[in-house]
């Protein structure tokens, strides 16, 4: 009895938590932001862009929506989180340290010889990543995978899958979208970072996914659009999966490429360019604000 009200107590302390945190998750995300700079200038790695325009969509997850447990990252029962577009890992970590998952100290080894964190998403180097990824194209399966063995296990947990834009191009992503209308997944949740920009260009020129939604429609899923960007939209969306009964939901994020620092944003560029110190001293004065 007494394990049981420890953890009733547990259950209100971090619903008062999240209700603190989702008043300020536009502050959080700034936070975020700052110490996503810091970690690629630091390591003078790649990436940035990516990061960014993803940190709205990580807070929403991570501070209002995902049914986890910071301090029991394993148990049963919650929501599972797969990062397909590994290349962005930098975002994750931080989210998950400003979560709790691990102090923020740790981010200092972010993508450095003899560092603890990886420069794309590695499964259990830290607490709260479950699964590694980094070839595009392998995050909707093994999340599809996960929704299926909650269906069969007759357990409640969702999972959610964020993907890139240009990562929509691997066929692998719409076998596992055929795959989980088939089975009639509707635990799980894709979410498409659609920044508009992949590695050698613009996505319409590279590979038009347009028309997008239309596509996913015709896969099975159900869809629905937002600002990526703007945190209460994301959260209302989010809250609202699954959007049909029997049918796996895809949320099309609109978002823009280093979002937040106004030199990076929309800039092909900073898919490859590391800041330096000057870069990251304009970019901090600017998320300062």
């Not at 931080?94 to 450095?112: Q, V």
């Not at 479950?130 to 007759?154: C, F, N, Q, R, V």
């Not at 239309?214 to 960007?229: A, C, L, P, Q, Y």
Request: glycine share 8%; charged share 25%.
């Amino acid at each position: 009895m007494r394990d049981l009200i420890r953890q009733l107590n547990g259950s209100r302390k971090m619903l008062v938590y999240m209700k603190q945190k989702a008043e300020n998750l536009d502050i959080i995300a700034c936070e975020i932001r700052k110490c996503i700079v810091k970690m690629h200038c630091a390591s003078n790695s790649s990436h940035v862009g990516s990061a960014l325009s993803c940190v709205d969509i990580l807070v929403s997850l991570y501070f209002n929506v995902l049914n986890i447990r910071p301090k029991m990252p394993k148990f049963p029962d919650r929501d599972r989180f797969i990062l397909s577009k590994g290349h962005a890992a930098s975002a994750l970590y931080a989210t998950l340290a400003h979560r709790g998952f691990f102090k923020k100290g740790i981010l200092n080894g972010y993508c450095i010889d003899g560092g603890t964190l990886p420069g794309h998403c590695t499964k259990d180097v830290v607490p709260g990543i479950e699964a590694s990824t980094g070839s595009l194209g392998h995050g909707l399966p093994i999340g599809a995978g996960m929704a299926l063995s909650a269906k069969h296990d007759k357990k409640d947990f969702k999972t959610f899958v964020l993907l890139s834009d240009g990562e929509c191009d691997e066929g692998s992503v719409w076998e596992a979208a055929m795959f989980a209308s088939q089975h009639k997944l509707d635990n799980l949740i894709a979410i498409i970072d659609y920044n508009k920009i992949q590695a050698f260009g613009r996505t319409k020129d590279i590979i038009d996914l347009e028309p997008f939604t239309d596509k996913w429609r015709s896969f099975g899923w159900k869809v629905t659009e937002i600002n990526g960007h703007d945190i209460n939209k994301v959260i209302d969306a989010l809250k609202r999966v699954p959007f049909a009964s029997g049918k796996p939901s895809v949320i099309i994020a609109h978002t823009t490429k280093g979002k937040g620092v106004s030199f990076m944003e929309d800039e092909l560029l900073w898919h490859y360019k590391s800041p330096c110190k000057e870069d990251a001293e304009k970019a901090f004065k600017e998320l300062n604000k």
